[in-house]
């Protein structure tokens, strides 16, 4: 069974930053593509940014470009977000998800396995 952790979120000034850790466990870590997504309140979640096996393709959402950056530690069979210049439309629970797909997608659809999620709060 696998099973995806999310820790690292929290309350956080606008302008801060935060990261994001998501443990993976029961599979092959190296041979899973990971995305992240998030869910602010009364809205559908959303991409947020994906990265591929072996971690030399990474892909962004427009409203996180050059501010939020993925990546991957295989040893260790986990997946960070590294959030800085956070703004308060960064608020919502994050989620990390792990796909057996080749490539890097966007689609929820293409997410087998997902975590509970995380709370990022982002304070003006």
């Known amino acids: 069974q696998v099973q995806l952790v999310e820790s690292g979120g929290g309350l956080v000034q606008a302008g801060g930053s935060l990261r994001l850790s998501c443990a993976v466990s029961?599979?092959?870590?190296?041979?899973?593509?990971m995305g992240w997504f998030r869910q602010a309140p009364g809205l559908e979640r959303e991409f947020v940014c994906a990265i591929s096996r072996g971690g030399s393709i990474r892909d962004y959402a427009d409203s996180v470009k050059g501010r939020f950056t993925i990546s991957r530690d295989n040893a260790k069979k986990t997946v960070y977000l590294q959030m800085n210049s956070l703004k308060r439309e960064d608020t919502a629970v994050y989620y990390c998800?792990?796909?057996?797909?080749?490539?890097?997608?966007?689609?929820?659809?293409?997410?087998?396995?997902w975590g509970q999620g995380t709370q990022v709060t982002v304070s003006s």
């Open positions: 998800a792990a796909s057996i797909m080749y490539g890097i997608k966007r689609s929820q659809s293409e997410y087998g396995w």
């Open positions: 029961g599979r092959t870590f190296s041979n899973t593509a």
